[in-house]
């Protein structure tokens, strides 16, 4: 789900990119790269790190999982998909 900031500034990206490339408005032109700028920050994962004392004789295992695919990898499979089975290549 969307918060209201990331709508907000999306809006303002996608304005300021149009208005400011193809218009050449410069006040919306960095309007849009601050408003990229900021969903660039505030969607950055930041780094998971645990602390934990172990006792003698205890052991560490580090796991990792693969992320789930992604909505672009999943319409791809699915057209992919589509085209087998109807025939055409």
Same mark, same amino acid.
């Given at each position: 789900m969307l918060? @209201? @900031?990331d709508r907000v500034a999306r809006r303002v990206m996608r304005r300021g @990119?149009?208005?400011g490339l193809l218009e050449g =408005? =410069?006040?919306w032109l960095v309007a849009g790269?601050?408003?990229w700028?900021?969903?660039l920050l505030t969607t950055a994962e930041s780094p998971k790190v645990v602390r934990e004392e172990i006792a003698l004789g205890e052991s560490i295992v580090v796991t990792h999982c693969a992320a789930p695919p992604t909505r672009r990898a999943l319409r791809h499979a699915a057209r992919e998909g589509a085209?087998?089975?109807d025939g055409a290549a």
């Open positions: 918060t @209201l @900031l @990119l149009r208005q =408005s =410069s006040l790269m601050l408003a700028l900021f969903r085209r087998g089975s």
